[in-house]
């Protein structure tokens, strides 16, 4: 069993930057794929960022590419989310999940999330 807890949401002018963390427990979190996740109000959840259990392959979505960092350092089971360049449209609550080999799921773990508010 794979337990997730972001941390690093706030408050931000636009143009600023935070770093969320996905803490994991649970042995086998070394070996699956992790995805960050968004969902801002009235809207549906989407994966922003993805990458594979050895962080050979990332996925970003278009709204994000060259603002956003996914990495991950699996000795401390956990996964980063390394925002830059923020912007008010990537307000939202952000979720990291975990689950499968290949690079983006399927995921069986949620995190609770982490809001992020990006003033303009």
């Known amino acids: 069993q794979v337990q997730l807890v972001e941390s690093g949401g706030g408050l931000v002018q636009a143009g600023g930057s935070l770093r969320l963390s996905c803490a994991a427990s649970?042995?086998?979190?070394?070996?699956?794929?992790v995805g960050w996740f968004r969902q801002a109000p009235g809207k549906e959840r989407e994966c922003v960022a993805a990458i594979s259990w050895n962080g050979g392959n990332t996925f970003y979505a278009d709204s994000v590419k060259g603002r956003f960092t996914i990495s991950r350092d699996n000795s401390e089971n956990t996964v980063y989310l390394q925002m830059n360049n923020l912007k008010p449209e990537d307000t939202g609550v952000y979720y990291c999940?975990?689950?499968?080999?290949?690079?983006?799921?399927?995921?069986?773990?949620w995190g609770q999330g982490t809001q992020v508010t990006v003033s303009s």
């Open positions: 999940a975990a689950g499968g080999a290949g690079l983006l799921g399927p995921y069986d773990h």
């Open positions: 649970g042995r086998t979190f070394g070996r699956i794929g």
